[in-house]
């Protein structure tokens, strides 16, 4: 039972660039996010999917897009690149009334 | 906006004693309470959650108390050893699909 995986685990790009975050989760979860985290701030909401085939924004959408591939698969997309992107990427899986189960993570440097 | 919050960045204990980590929310409307352990290059791990009808819950080595009066959570846990060294954050959630993140506590343990 994998949980919640990411890919890639790591991941250098020049600014200008796009690229797609893959996420992929095994418990049968409805909800699924994508956060942000930088350092000595808590972990901030890009985009949310309640149940297959919604995605609503969060605290800081611009710049990505994403898609609820199915019910197991919620992709984040970076169009453009830019060096405020540079971030620690977590997917997480979400069934109601219980603790998000988070992945290990995307590293994204932006140059 | 809301928001949950630390009181203490840094928690350096020694191995065996007792550690105590704080957290003070300001949404009086929510009704869950997780706590997460961040180690290093990981994603958050949960490590015991409460809820709002509850002042006290324990787990192995864990013990989450909620104050609604303050606004006040924390975390405690036992016999700290080496291995508990990481980052530990609360969470707090109203019910819906939207978790709000602290920023965490580094806790450090001293052989």
């Known amino acids: 039972n994998a949980g919640v995986t990411q890919t890639p685990k790591f991941q250098v790009l020049k600014t200008g660039q796009s690229m797609t975050l893959q996420c992929a989760q095994d418990?049968?979860?409805?909800?699924m996010y994508w956060y942000r985290q930088d350092p000595g701030m808590g972990l901030r909401l890009i985009y949310y999917s309640a149940s297959e085939g919604t995605t609503d924004k969060g605290e800081v959408p611009n710049g990505y897009n994403v898609s609820r591939l199915n019910k197991r698969e919620f992709s984040l997309r970076l169009e453009s690149a830019a060096p405020s992107q540079t971030s620690v990427y977590f997917c997480?899986?979400?069934?109601?009334?219980?603790?998000?189960?988070f992945g290990d993570g995307t590293r994204l440097s932006i140059l | 906006g809301e928001s949950v919050g630390l009181h203490l960045p840094t928690l350096s204990v020694q191995e065996g004693d007792n550690s105590i980590i704080n957290c003070a929310y300001s949404?009086?409307?929510?009704?869950?309470f997780i706590w997460y352990k961040q180690e290093s290059g990981k994603g958050p791990q949960f490590i015991i959650d409460i809820r709002s009808n509850m002042d006290k819950r324990q787990g192995q080595r864990v013990t989450v108390l909620l104050n609604k009066t303050v606004k006040h959570l924390s975390l405690q846990i036992a016999a700290t050893q080496p291995g508990d060294s990481a980052v530990y954050f609360c969470?707090?959630?109203?019910?819906?699909?939207?978790?709000?993140f602290g920023a965490g506590t580094r806790l450090f343990v001293k052989a």
């Open positions: 418990m049968n979860h409805n909800s």
């Open positions: 969470a707090e959630n109203t019910g819906g699909f939207k978790t709000i």
């Open positions: 949404n009086s409307a929510s009704d869950y």
């Open positions: 997480a899986s979400y069934y109601q009334g219980q603790p998000q189960h």
